[in-house]
């Protein structure tokens, strides 16, 4: 008796182990340690994962003095409201607080078939302008030429980098495709009062949940070459910037 009890929560249990390593990699539609495999197509699960948080304010912009952790936040919940009739959506943290970002790939990876969205403003010389993507697996680049096309679209600047292959916690840990997008420099004056406009973070989230829509109807179609597939180990928090 005591073992049926026991049963249905084992059936919730994550099919694969966050820091399950190469040996128990996976095939499409699931967990996929590499992730060397084409875009998703037909997902219903959206991870909205609102960078930053609690102890954590990310970027301050020295003109509106608006945090970035309070712009991802609110840009996160107009994203879940654009999504919610047509996906499942999750929300790596809905209020003001603090989590680790090994913390947020291993809650990621409990959602076997979802796409995670990470969502960041930016901060840099005060000459750089525009929305960027980054990402690093085969799997999530469709998605990244997807969301940059579509932040560009409803984005006055461009002077940037735009879409960026880069190794990071959030783009290369997880195991399911992941996108972290860089909506605008807080640290331009011009576009820092841009993004304190809630009729603007609005137009974004409109813009990203349109490429997310694309993405779960078409996958890869139209997103150009799918990109060679880089072996590469997890980023950690000790490896040099950039690497
Ligand atoms: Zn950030």
């Given at each position: 008796m005591r073992f049926l009890l026991i049963l249905p929560f084992l059936a919730?249990?994550?099919?694969?182990?966050?820091?399950?390593?190469?040996?128990?990699s996976s095939t499409s539609g699931g967990l996929d340690y590499?992730?060397?495999?084409p875009g998703p197509q037909g997902f219903r699960t959206v991870i909205i994962d609102a960078g930053h948080g609690g102890k954590d304010s990310g970027a301050v912009s020295?003109?509106?003095?608006?945090k970035e952790k309070d712009a991802n936040l609110d840009l996160a919940k107009r994203l879940q409201s654009e999504l919610s009739g047509s996906f499942r959506t999750v929300m790596m943290r809905s209020d003001d607080r603090f989590i680790d970002l090994d913390d947020r790939v291993d809650f990621a990876n409990r959602y076997p078939g979802a796409i995670l969205v990470s969502l960041h403003f930016n901060a840099g010389s005060s000459s750089r302008k525009g929305p960027e993507t980054y990402w690093w697996r085969v799997d999530s680049h469709g998605l990244a030429v997807r969301c940059q096309r579509a932040m560009k679209s409803v984005a006055p600047y461009s002077a940037n980098a735009g879409q960026v292959r880069r190794r990071l916690r959030l783009t290369r840990n997880p195991s399911i495709p992941c996108v972290l997008l860089e909506g605008g420099y807080m640290s331009n004056s011009s576009e820092a009062a841009l993004i304190n406009s809630p009729s603007h973070r609005d137009k974004l989230a409109k813009a990203i949940a349109g490429a997310i829509r694309d993405q779960a109807a078409k996958g890869d179609a139209g997103t150009g070459a799918r990109p060679a597939f880089i072996k590469a180990p997890p980023s950690r928090p000790t490896d040099a910037p950039g690497s």
């Open positions: 919730f249990l994550p099919s694969c182990s966050p820091t399950a390593g190469p040996s128990s590499w992730g060397n495999r020295s003109s509106t003095g608006q």
